[in-house]
């Protein structure tokens, strides 16, 4: 029996284009600008095809973005009018208690939701990965959460935690394991773990979805291969489908911390960001700040603030979606 | 005016009403609202400093205004709506007109249902020219969706023609010249058509800005039952605010049930509605609405009064636990599914739930009809407590306001706006609409023969109507909603989850209201 080498096969060499050219560092500039107008020209219907789609983006996405830059530099008090105040509304923010407090929740809320989705729902599409009778009906089970509406959830469990009449609260009365009611929403200290619980549930099954995909393309001469050399399941774990999965947990957690930074409905229909601020997170900061209290210029500089944030994961999403034509040496 | 012939089918039906009113069991409960009322009566006649110190805030007079005047006028003035709408717009207008309002929605009775139904027939069969299509230029909202709503589309010059909002909201409209100046003439009104009350919710900057559709004030509504398992006078509600955290704890050592249905969740209306009442009798305020001639530019709220307002809310919270833990997230409506289960002892009490609890009895069967029937039977309703320093009540209701051409995209159609606005607010619809939780902002709406009917079917309508005295408006600013809904509720969470002190929680508010006023985060 032949084994299959651990190793990446070696990379085809480049095509002709892609190589480097020749010559000094001067050269290259100008031959790199000439292949960009020369793939340009060669790809012209593709840009084509693209256009109204870049179109519709540069509408709806791009002038809300330019002109959210340009109120965040104003002052829109609720009377009416606008008045410009250069920087003040970024500084306001930045050296607001509040804006800390909110801070630390939306990195707790989004870090832990990530987390633990993610290790959920990678253990759970190992599991469901395996041959078992019933798994059929396992892995529809586990799907149910994802696809429950958002809002019907949030309302769900916040039935479930209600701290007079809620169930997970009457049967820890009920097996004795708390005295009295466990309040969890109405508790500055339990409110962002009870959410992060309910968030978790309704977004596992989104990561099982993905790494299960991801599983199935492991080959299974590779599983074998490994064991023939000696590997116990952990080893096979961590040295085979950890690495061969590695683009689709990058991209997954990217998209899970993306969603979680930018989740809204759970937590405004749940607790509205309360109680005293304690699941307050930027997200819900902007949208009170807007559209409850009215200041669009404070709202349009926090969400300024949020975006280039999001900016930053988003280059890293961008990098790790393309790592693969890296890898093979495509631009 | 005359009696106008409102079409047969116009008229609500109130048969599944009237057969819980024709019970025994209701007439036993006409029978105790109207003791109730007469006492009331009494109560104010021989307390006039509580009223009188009060009634030039909203101008309803506590001599005239009393439920005896009320039972007395009702049904002593004949309307003829078609005919009085007529001279403001001609019947046979054609044209445009959109509308957003809060409706009656799934959880309403259903005579509230059936009375909305039977506006829009009665308006079609008035207007034919002037059509509205429900879910197109027609829009019931949900109370907490419907502001939102209204701010983004008057932001994106998408609002409607024509809008019904509750009494705080309206002013930060007119404040950004969202909505068009109007003038009481060109409805057929005067200003003794409205309380001044009412009026004053409708203006900003000398200019009106709307047309009152109801005003209300709340009342306060207790358990019987579970006063007298707590050892209490089941005939006697607390008579302070002091007396309810009492009560409260007693009821909470004594039954295990909440004593007072405290409610402190952010962003809900509910909120301010039902800690203002108390925040006001211990003699402070937001700002200075509930004195003598409110500025609006100075901050109480952090006083002596506002601090002990405060901690008696601590004191039954987080002393006591003798109040919903559920308190911080609950809105009313949570709040009175446990007062409907029997778990929370007295609250105050908006006048449209008591006929919720009489038509949950009516729809019950088997135990729990038992269950809906026994409460029903249980439950009183009596004056809002009073503080160290006064009695109040928030003076609620909604008003019309017709947006400008800026802001809804497109010329308004002012003789349909008009035309719809005259008709609703009326003597017959303003009190017809009114039906189960409000009073007719139109004065003359007292006088007709519905407003007879809701008296003769309605229990404890003249309980609410008599906290009117005692109403004190919300800060007409346009900061209010924020204030109201926003940083009162927050100084409320911060200090009963203990994040901040009492005092510290007051004193955090009022920087925010003072920050608020003046441009800050």
Wanted: hydrophobic share 45%; net charge negative.
């Amino acid at each position: 029996m032949s084994t299959v080498p651990l190793q990446h096969e070696p990379q085809p060499p480049l095509p002709p284009e892609q190589a480097l050219p020749e010559g000094s560092a001067r050269r290259r500039a100008p031959e790199r600008q000439r292949n960009i107008l020369l793939r340009i020209r060669d790809h012209w219907a593709d840009y084509l095809y693209i256009a109204p789609a870049l179109l519709v983006m540069v509408v709806v996405i791009g002038y809300p973005l330019v002109y959210t830059v340009y109120l965040s530099f104003f002052e829109t008090p609720p009377r009416g009018g606008r008045n410009f105040n250069g920087i003040d509304n970024y500084t306001t923010i930045l050296t607001s208690e509040r804006f800390w407090m909110v801070t630390r929740n939306t990195f707790n809320w989004t870090i832990f939701s990530t987390l633990f989705a993610f290790l959920l729902g990678f253990g759970a599409a190992l599991v469901i990965q395996r041959e078992f009778i019933g798994r059929g009906i396992v892995r529809g089970i586990l799907l149910i959460p994802w696809v429950i509406s958002l809002v019907a959830a949030a309302y769900v469990w916040r039935w479930l935690y209600h701290s007079d009449y809620g169930l997970i609260g009457g049967m820890l009365q009920e097996w004795g394991v708390t005295q009295e009611r466990f309040v969890f929403l109405d508790s500055t200290r339990w409110v962002m773990p009870s959410l992060i619980v309910a968030n978790v549930w309704k977004e596992f099954p989104f990561v099982m979805i993905m790494l299960l995909a991801g599983l199935q393309t492991v080959p299974d001469q590779l599983m074998r291969a490994a064991r023939v050399d000696g590997a116990n399941s952990w080893n096979q774990f961590i040295h085979v489908t950890v690495p061969h999965l590695k683009n689709v947990i990058v991209i997954t957690i990217l998209l899970l911390f993306v969603a979680n930074l930018n989740s809204f409905g759970l937590i405004w229909i749940m607790t509205g960001g309360g109680p005293a601020y304690a699941s307050q997170i930027w997200i819900v900061e902007i949208y009170t700040l807007a559209f409850r209290s009215l200041r669009f210029g404070l709202a349009s500089a926090f969400s300024v603030i949020l975006f280039l944030f999001m900016l930053s994961i988003g280059y890293f999403y961008v990098r790790a979606m393309t790592s693969g034509d890296r890898e093979r040496g495509h631009a | 005016m005359t009696h106008h012939p409102v079409p047969s089918d116009a008229t609500p039906d109130l048969t599944p009403y009237r057969a819980i009113l024709q019970s025994p069991l209701g007439r036993r409960q006409l029978l105790r609202a109207g003791v109730t009322a007469a006492g009331l009566g009494a109560f104010l006649a021989a307390n006039p400093r509580f009223a009188l110190a009060q009634a030039d805030k909203t101008g309803v007079d506590p001599a005239t205004w009393t439920p005896e005047h009320i039972k007395e006028i009702a049904g002593t003035l004949e309307v003829d709506t078609a005919a009085e709408v007529a001279k403001i717009v001609p019947l046979d207008y054609a044209g445009n007109s959109s509308y957003w309002y809060v409706g009656p929605n799934e959880a309403s009775a259903d005579i509230e249902k059936t009375i909305d139904a039977t506006f829009w027939e009665g308006f079609a069969k008035t207007y034919s020219g002037i059509p509205f299509t429900s879910g197109d230029n027609l829009q019931n909202v949900n109370y907490n969706d419907l502001l939102d709503k209204l701010r983004t589309a008057a932001t994106g010059n998408a609002a409607p023609d024509v809008a019904k909002m509750p009494i705080l909201w309206g002013v930060e409209f007119a404040a950004r010249g969202q909505t068009r100046e109007i003038a009481l003439e060109d409805f057929g009104y005067t200003t003794e058509s409205f309380w001044p009350g009412a009026l004053k919710s409708v203006t900003w900057e000398g200019k009106l800005y709307g047309i009152p559709t109801n005003n209300e004030t709340m009342a306060f509504i207790w358990n019987k039952a579970i006063f007298e398992k707590a050892g209490l006078d089941p005939e006697k509600p607390p008579a302070t605010w002091d007396d309810v955290v009492t009560y409260s704890k007693a009821i909470k050592d004594a039954t295990g049930k909440a004593g007072f249905g405290l409610v402190a969740r952010v962003n809900a209306g509910n909120t301010p509605f039902r800690f203002m009442p108390m925040l006001w009798a211990y003699g402070s305020g937001a700002l200075d609405e509930a004195e003598d001639e409110p500025t609006y530019k100075t901050v109480m709220i952090n006083n002596e009064g506002g601090i002990a307002a405060l901690q008696a809310c601590y004191d039954m919270y987080v002393r006591d636990k003798s109040v919903p833990a559920s308190a911080l997230t609950n809105t009313q409506t949570e709040n009175f599914d446990l007062y409907v289960s029997g778990e929370i002892a007295m609250m105050i009490s908006h006048p449209s739930e008591y006929a919720k609890l009489l038509d949950n009895a009516s729809k019950a069967t088997g135990a729990d009809k038992e269950f809906a029937d026994e409460l029903v039977k249980n439950t009183a309703y009596g004056l809002i407590p009073e503080g160290p320093v006064r009695r109040a009540v928030v003076f609620g209701g909604s008003n019309v306001h017709i947006f400008t051409d800026d802001v809804t995209g497109h010329t308004v159609d002012l003789d349909a706006a008009k035309a719809l606005i005259a008709f609703s607010t009326g003597p017959e619809w303003s009190t017809r609409l009114a039906w189960l939780g409000s009073n007719p902002g139109n004065l003359d709406g007292f006088r007709t023969t519905w407003m007879k009917e809701r008296l003769d079917s309605i229990p404890f309508l003249d309980v609410t109507t008599s906290m009117l005295p005692y109403g004190i408006p919300f800060p007409v600013i346009p900061e209010s909603t924020q204030i109201m809904n926003e940083i009162v509720p927050n100084m409320l969470q911060n200090a009963l989850t203990e994040s901040k002190s009492v005092k510290d929680s007051a004193d955090q508010a009022a920087s925010e209201i003072e920050a608020l006023v003046s441009g800050g985060y």
